[in-house]
């Protein structure tokens, strides 16, 4: 079983940054990559990033590639979105989730065996 925490979301001005975090906890943390979703109003939830635990190799959507970045800190069981120069289509709600090692670099959300509550970002125009 594993556990995950999203924190970080807010409001913020097109062109502004924001740093969402991701909590994991569970034994088997170790076993499983990480991966960034974001779902707005009425549209599928829809792939960001994913990284991979074991060997930090990671893969970013077209639309956010150059602009957001994903990392993670091992001691802290945690994984970071970085996001700049955002936009107003960049408005949903972010969700992080789980893949089991094996996978690759997944970015297809049933892949995913655990997720986050979610975290609300609205960027202004």
């Known amino acids: 079983q594993v556990q995950l925490v999203e924190s970080g979301g807010g409001l913020v001005q097109a062109g502004g940054s924001l740093r969402l975090s991701c909590a994991a906890s569970g034994r088997t943390v170790s076993r499983y990559g990480m991966g960034w979703f974001r779902q707005a109003p009425g549209k599928e939830r829809e792939f960001i990033a994913v990284?991979?635990?074991?060997?930090?190799?990671?893969d970013y959507a077209d639309s956010v590639k150059g602009r957001f970045t994903i990392s993670r800190d091992n001691a802290k069981n945690t994984v970071y979105l970085q996001m700049n120069s955002l936009k107003p289509e960049d408005t949903a709600v972010y969700y992080c989730g789980a893949y089991p090692v094996g996978w690759g670099l997944p970015r297809t959300p049933a892949r995913y065996d655990y997720w986050g509550t979610g975290t609300q970002v609205t960027v202004s125009s």
């Open positions: 990284l991979s635990w074991s060997s930090g190799s990671t």
